[in-house]
């Protein structure tokens, strides 16, 4: 079963969002120019698009459409990969990766565009599965030198545990990661009996079998007629999954977020998780940082004020150090 990101490709050729995906960009992106900046002068650095989609994307809906139009108002935002081509400092390096040749070619475009023209020769887009690319990345590269930050922002269950793991071994590199929480929780069935092809997915997600019994539990009830008991198996809820997945980061990563920020449905329910996590030991200062964004509820108004007092004696400390 598979959840979709950003819905289907708009007519003009950008993908779908919702209020969730300007959420997670805007907490990202808001990361992403700390990082640079705490690297200057230690690593080279490189932002690492997984699932990179376009560089735009369309917030409205269906029914706001031709009201928006009317008014000439525009709901198309800067998707992440646009985002991090604008984050300053830059990065040494960028790597955009997705399998969709539509979305390949729009981020071939994107650096086409005079903006981005001079970042052309640092910029790799990749038509490619993410986890194997990953994989090959992380294995291959001499990491003594550089620093990452990869952005996690599937479609649904694509991310496999073992492209987490790789991460984990480099010692550095910094993970966003948009954790499908909505679309595990719809695997679960309440009588416990999961189909195979979805047990396994669920393996590779979590790369491990021990989900099963931290989420399903036996219990034994009276049976219908007043004969004996019978054994009924128990679902989870989402605050389980939750602090499940948090503890398997924490378990793989020197450093990862105690809190994920839930971006919610209706009735407060979440559809996805946002997380951090680091796979280099000196990454404390960043963590807290990171909590410190999503620590900001999804529906508070004024992020950037909000974060930016959050954030305000750590923007002092860096400024008189520059001095």
């Not at 005079?114 to 690319?133: C, M, P, W």
């Not at 590779?204 to 019978?230: I, M, Q």
């Not at 378990?251 to 998780?273: C, D, Q, S, W």
């Not at 200062?285 to 954030?311: M, V």
Request: net charge positive; aromatic share 12%.
């Amino acid at each position: 079963m598979v959840q979709r990101k950003e819905g289907s490709r708009r007519n003009n050729g950008h993908m779908k969002g919702h209020y969730w995906t300007r959420v997670k960009l805007e907490r990202v992106a808001s990361y992403l120019p700390l990082f640079t900046e705490a690297m200057e002068g230690a690593y080279r650095t490189i932002y690492i698009d997984a699932f990179a989609g376009t560089g735009k994307v369309d917030l409205s809906s269906r029914k706001r459409v031709s009201r928006r139009a009317f008014f000439n108002f525009s709901s198309v935002i800067d998707g992440s990969a646009r985002i991090a081509l604008q984050v300053a400092p830059r990065f040494d390096r960028y790597i955009f990766l997705d399998k969709t040749l539509a979305k390949f070619g729009k981020l071939r475009a994107l650096l086409e565009e005079e903006e981005f023209q001079g970042l052309r020769h640092v910029t790799s887009i990749i038509k490619d599965d993410a986890n194997t690319y990953l994989r090959r990345l992380c294995k291959k590269t001499d990491w003594t030198s550089w620093r990452a930050v990869v952005f996690l922002d599937p479609f649904g269950l694509q991310v496999e545990w073992t492209t987490l793991e790789a991460v984990a071994r480099t010692g550095a590199i910094d993970v966003w990661c948009l954790f499908p929480i909505d679309a595990v929780n719809r695997l679960l069935r309440r009588d416990g009996h999961i189909a195979t092809a979805n047990r396994n997915r669920l393996d590779l997600l979590f790369g491990s079998r021990n989900w099963y019994d931290t989420f399903y539990k036996s219990v034994s009830r009276p049976s219908f007629f007043g004969k004996g008991t019978a054994t009924v198996k128990t679902a989870t809820d989402w605050r389980i999954i939750s602090r499940y997945f948090v503890e398997r980061l924490k378990a793989t990563f020197p450093h990862a977020v105690e809190k994920p920020l839930p971006l919610n449905k209706r009735h407060g329910i979440p559809i996805f998780l946002l997380c951090f996590a680091s796979a280099d030991s000196h990454a404390q200062k960043r963590l807290t940082i990171a909590q410190k964004i999503l620590s900001i509820p999804s529906t508070a108004h004024g992020f950037p004020s909000r974060l930016d007092e959050l954030l305000s004696s750590r923007r002092r400390s860096y400024a008189e150090a520059k001095k």
